[in-house]
Antibody, heavy 130, light 107 residues
């Protein structure tokens, strides 16, 4: 079964740190880009960070840039999110999500891919409060 | 960054109704638009990718259309299990962004 399982959430004081993990199973983890997406209580989805399959390309949302670090260990089929300098506004459920290329278009000169988040974990809650 | 705006923010409908949700991008995103369904306490589920392609296992009553900046998600005949929150997402830029969500409630 294709599965993502997050862990590492909890209660942390403002300014503190936390490291989230996402364990992948049932698919070739090293072939896929991955993302972290969060959802504050009662709010919508917010994309947080992206990492390519080889870790060569990484992106962050402006709201977390400089404070969060995404990484992965393909040998361990695991994705991570190191969160430092945490703020109250970082309180949310954090989901890891697989980024799959679902459609490709090729012309005579180039190809373009369309991707989407097709597999999600169950989420892990992070609460930043004193 | 690309901003995604959904309308309406909430919608009341009855079983059997036809429902349309709209998503607008702040710039052209071609067909790089995905739709997700989320039920309370659950992770989002991919419904539609590339604006109009149905994800495997998703009922055919769901359909998507649009390109450029304007997109729609249509549910042809609402079923009880369809009452949920729906999000659009652009994948044109790897600085992904989601719409604010549309909560579909039972009338």
């Amino acid at each position: 079964e294709v599965q993502l399982v997050e862990s590492g959430g909890g209660l942390v004081q403002p300014g503190g740190s936390l490291r989230l993990s996402c364990a992948a199973s049932g698919f070739t983890f090293s072939s896929y880009s991955m993302n972290w997406v969060r959802q504050a209580p009662g709010k919508g989805l917010e994309w947080v960070s992206y990492i390519s399959s080889s870790s060569s390309t990484i992106y962050y949302a402006d709201s977390v840039k400089g404070r969060f670090t995404i990484s992965r260990d393909n040998a361990k089929n695991s994705l991570y999110l190191q969160m430092n300098s945490l703020r109250a506004e970082d309180t949310a459920v954090y989901y890891c999500a697989r980024d799959s290329i679902l459609q490709s278009y090729c012309s005579s000169t180039s190809c373009s891919n369309t991707d989407a988040f097709d597999i999600w974990g169950q989420g892990t809650m992070v609460t930043v409060s004193s | 960054d690309i901003q995604m705006t959904q309308s309406p923010s909430s919608l009341s409908a009855s079983v059997g109704d036809r429902v349309t949700i709209t998503c607008r991008a702040s710039q052209s995103i071609s067909s790089y638009l995905n739709w997700y369904q989320q039920k309370p306490g659950k992770a989002p589920k991919l419904l539609i990718y590339a604006a109009s392609s149905l994800q495997s296992g998703v009922p055919s009553r769901f359909s998507g259309s649009g390109s450029g900046t304007d997109f729609t998600l249509t549910i042809s005949s609402l079923q009880p299990e369809d009452f949920a929150t729906y999000y659009c997402q652009q994948s044109y830029s790897t600085l992904y962004s989601f719409g604010q969500g549309t909560k579909l409630e039972i009338k």
